[in-house]
């Protein structure tokens, strides 16, 4: 009897929670973390002082990339969601305060581990609404077109990381040895999974509601990303399984994809490949974007 | 009284002026001046003796970048444009004449100075007027969104300039360290700051008429352009004020964002960026291209 | 009377042969002989060790890139295609069963060159019938637009090629100095030639029916990439008319466009432009791909 009480209270609280307005609150959150990565970047502060403009629309692109890349797969307008004059006001503001604000106070705000870790986890919250709003809004277009909502989902969750290769450019950086598709962080990563959960939820071939799986997904990618974040840490939890089944299907040597995650070989460290924005860590990171105030 | 009749008269006069048809007078220098600029690019005259088809795609990226650019924003088709079969024929002979005429005579008469100069004042009525146009169209699309009208307005203005990384792609040729969104040349910082005066028209937040805004701009254009390619000069007017807002606002060093536009030192040449196309020296540009003959 | 009775049969014969649905078999023989061209790209073996999603994506590049072209040109979304799952399913096990097969058996045996000769005209005939339906196409959205119907008709039928740059940049690999329009193969020739007569055809200034058209333009396209395929030869059967034309009109050096295609002299390969692929000699691909085993 409690039994099925639980289950329905779980039920209603997924219920509950799949409703929640993401607005203003998370996406806040969204837009800090992201714009956050953006500072990290080398060179980003440097760009915002030359140029403004370009500074801003690469922040933008870290806020609103994921409705950019699913607009322009849907051959919808890519600006489409710059009708949203508030979104964009709040982004903007954002963006004004991380690279501008006097004695770099509100970056030292949330930059500060305690405070960043939650709005990390806000971050999280979005990511997978997203995920899920894509993959539906796919479905709605193309009723049993499984690889375009894969693919919807897929790039609402991992956003200007996908394009990160031109977003670079757009602050004169070039760098076409690596890109998020060769190399897939883990976010990138968890947003295929998850996109491809979705769709098979979407489907009908996963016995689970829709908002379940929103709740448990959420509550994976939250906590991933918050204990990543405070351990200054990029290994990723997918690592083993994906080495076996890469083995197995794909004849990739064991642990070789991976490697470069785990303990890199001294020797190693600088021939490897260039690390991308959400893999190199967060001591390094900070390290340049203050030497770069 | 006289006074209030000199009113009516200008107004008649913006009136008749903003219903005036472009095509082909005006058209026909946007064009000339258009493939003109793309001439003087280094390496432009060997890609149209070694793949005709190359050359002749960029000269329709110069002429009709804007609308290709204003297409894609929208969500149309990027060679929508490319239906108007007379515009797409007079590009295409334009661009015959100014590379493949016997004796090279029709660029030697279309970059003589004083016809140049004409034709630059043309050029800035389309452009004023296509960035009129592109707020509406947007305006059109999107009642509230007033970041989609600056965009659009902005891409119709700019044209090709804001792609030339990919135009100079087309032609072999790469330069990721810069673009024009980091390195604004005057046209586009014209485009940018006419969008938004357009938007605000459209907003009714400036209490002007369409028709007025549209002459009062054209105006500005014109004599900034057609004083600038007099004096073989690159400076831009908004330098003053832009130095102090931009070091007021995003703290950017006093003349800094502007320095390289003005008086350079001398030893500082060799380490400046790439000058995007419309901001090199037309003497230099001429020499080029003769060379290149 | 004997005379008539040919010519109805083979107008019965083109109709038949137009109408010929493509799926599975000719389209299963497109989809092997592209990936068959994308595993002798250098480089391509690796990426499908390393990043499995990367190589798919490229596999898919190469099989639809047709489709995702012409959906960009006439504002569609481009994923469009990829709701029909049999064929990206199709795709999918060529690609996997290309790369990933024990002892390499799929690839060796499609890579026979008898098979492979049967197969590269079975693609032919898919790439004829896609230039069709792409002018089609395009004259169904724009009923004047011939610039338009040559542009998507080129597109079908170029494919990936066109996009080359941008499907090598997704595999790491960055080659700004040529792209498919600068240095043409023989295929994409052929296409934009085909395009122009398909597109003559639909404005009725042709005067042939179309089903002849493609019955002659895939008999044409068929035995030249044949005889081409089983001679490792890459010289054009346009080249000497090109060379007279490009000539005459553009004033290119006589034999100058085209000399690195025939024999070019010894001393001259070391700093000639990098072939693009479907120009280097199978020979050489194929011991790369072996190599990179």
Redesign the interface.
């Known amino acids: 009897m409690e039994n099925v009480l639980a289950v329905l209270n779980l039920g209603d609280l997924a219920q509950a929670f799949s409703k929640m307005g993401m607005f203003p609150v998370f996406d806040l959150a969204y837009y800090i973390v992201s714009i956050l990565y953006l500072k990290y970047e080398p060179g980003s502060v440097e760009?915002?002082?030359?140029?403004?403009?370009?500074s801003w629309?690469c922040a933008m692109l870290y806020c609103f990339g994921s409705y950019i890349l699913a607009?322009?797969?849907?051959?919808?307008?890519?600006?489409?969601y710059?009708?949203y004059?508030s979104h964009?006001l709040l982004a903007s503001a954002v963006w004004y305060l991380i690279?501008?604000c006097p004695l770099n106070l509100f970056y030292k705000c949330v930059a500060f581990l305690p405070v960043k870790l939650v709005l990390v986890a806000l971050k999280e919250v979005v990511r997978t609404r997203k995920i899920a709003a894509g993959v539906h809004h796919a479905h709605h277009?193309?009723h049993?077109?499984?690889?375009?909502m894969v693919?919807?989902g897929y790039v609402k969750g991992s956003g200007v990381a996908l394009i990160s290769?031109f977003e670079q450019?757009?602050?004169?950086?070039?760098r076409?040895?690596?890109?998020e598709?060769?190399?897939?962080s883990f976010p990138t990563k968890a947003s295929?999974y998850g996109a491809i959960l979705f769709t098979l939820q979407e489907a009908h071939w996963l016995p689970v509601s829709k908002s379940t799986l929103i709740l448990v997904f959420t509550l994976f990618m939250a906590t991933t990303k918050v204990v990543m974040t405070a351990r200054h840490s990029h290994g990723s939890p997918f690592s083993l399984i994906e080495s076996w089944t890469?083995h197995l299907?794909?004849?990739?040597?064991l642990g070789?994809?991976e490697e470069d995650n785990h303990h890199p070989p001294a020797g190693a460290a600088p021939s490897s490949p260039v690390k991308t924005k959400e893999e190199l860590s967060e001591g390094a990171r900070k390290r340049k974007a203050k030497k770069a105030e």
Chains 1, 2, 3 share one sequence.
């Not at 760009?47 to 370009?54: D, G, K, L, T």
């Not at 450019?169 to 070039?174: A, K, P, Y």
């Not at 076409?176 to 890109?179: K, L, R, S």
């Not at 598709?181 to 897939?184: I, Q, T």
């Open positions: 760009v915002s002082r030359r140029s403004p403009v370009a629309l607009d322009i797969m849907l051959g919808s307008s890519p600006v489409d710059f009708q004059n964009i690279f501008y277009a193309y049993h077109g499984y690889f375009i693919i919807v290769n450019l757009l602050r004169g950086v070039w076409p040895e690596t890109n598709v060769l190399n897939m295929l890469c299907l794909f004849g990739s040597p070789g994809g």
